[in-house]
Nanobody, 129 residues
């Protein structure tokens, strides 16, 4: 069974940190570009960060730049999102998604969520005092 599973979410105070993990099973991530998305209640799913299949290219939304770091370990079939200096507006369900890589990273940054091949079930992040 092909699936992505996120973990690492939780409740954290403003200014705190969390590290989200995305584990793939049933397929290898070597050939996939990865995006992290989040969805707050009543809002559309938004792209937070992306990384290409080799890990050499990354993208961050303006809201995440300077605070979040995306990385991957293809040997472990894992992708991570380190989130520092968390704010209440970072609250939401965080999803990882995979799309087959074709070497065009700009495409990954602009793809609609429905165009990704695989999605995880999400992990809740709540930033509150």
């Amino acid at each position: 069974q092909l699936q992505l599973v996120e973990s690492g979410g939780g409740l954290v105070q403003p200014g705190g940190s969390l590290r989200l993990s995305c584990a793939a099973s049933g397929f290898t991530l070597d050939y996939y570009d990865i995006g992290w998305f989040r969805q707050a209640p009543g809002k559309e799913r938004e792209r937070v960060s992306c990384i290409n299949n080799g890990g050499g290219s990354t993208y961050y939304a303006a809201s995440a730049k300077g605070r979040f770091t995306i990385s991957r370990d293809n040997a472990k079939n894992m992708v991570y999102l380190q989130m520092n200096s968390l704010k209440p507006e970072d609250t939401g369900v965080y999803f990882c998604a995979a799309v087959g890589s074709n070497g065009n990273f700009l495409r990954v940054v602009t793809l609609r969520p429905a165009e990704y091949d695989y999605w995880g079930q999400g992990t809740q992040v709540t930033v509150s005092s």
